[in-house]
Nanobody, 123 residues
Framework: QVQLVESGGGLVQAGGSLRLSCAAS????????LGWFRQAPGKEREFVAG????????DSADSVKGRFTISRDNAKNTMYLQMNSLKVEDTAVYYC????????????????WGQGTQVTVSS
């Protein structure tokens, strides 16, 4: 079992940057593919970025490609999301999630979830 805790959210102006962290408990952290998802008010939770267990393979949504970078440090049991050039439409609660096997884009594939961290981008 894996427990996930996000941090690093906050209020930032458009064009600014934030780095989210997802700290995991459990000895088998490196066995899991990880993903970042977000949910804005009144909208469905959506895929942002995913990373394989080794960190050697990543994927990101078209809406954040070139602006957001996902990474992980298995020695620290932590995943990161570096968010640059933030836009007002990036405002959402950001969640990290874990699953066995490869990273996918579907919310339904992920078994373990964090509680979320709020990111608010002002104009």
């Amino acid at each position: 079992q894996v427990q996930l805790v996000e941090s690093g959210g906050g209020l930032v102006q458009a064009g600014g940057s934030l780095r989210l962290s997802c700290a995991a408990s459990g000895r088998t952290f490196s066995s899991y593919a990880l993903g970042w998802f977000r949910q804005a008010p009144g909208k469905e939770r959506e895929f942002v970025a995913g990373i394989s267990w080794s960190g050697g393979s990543t994927d990101s949504a078209d809406s954040v490609k070139g602006r957001f970078t996902i990474s992980r440090d298995n020695a620290k049991n932590t995943m990161y999301l570096q968010m640059n050039s933030l836009k007002v439409e990036d405002t959402a609660v950001y969640y990290c999630a874990a699953k066995l096997n490869g990273a996918t884009r579907s919310v339904w594939d992920y078994r373990y979830w964090g509680q979320g961290t709020q990111v608010t981008v002002s104009s």
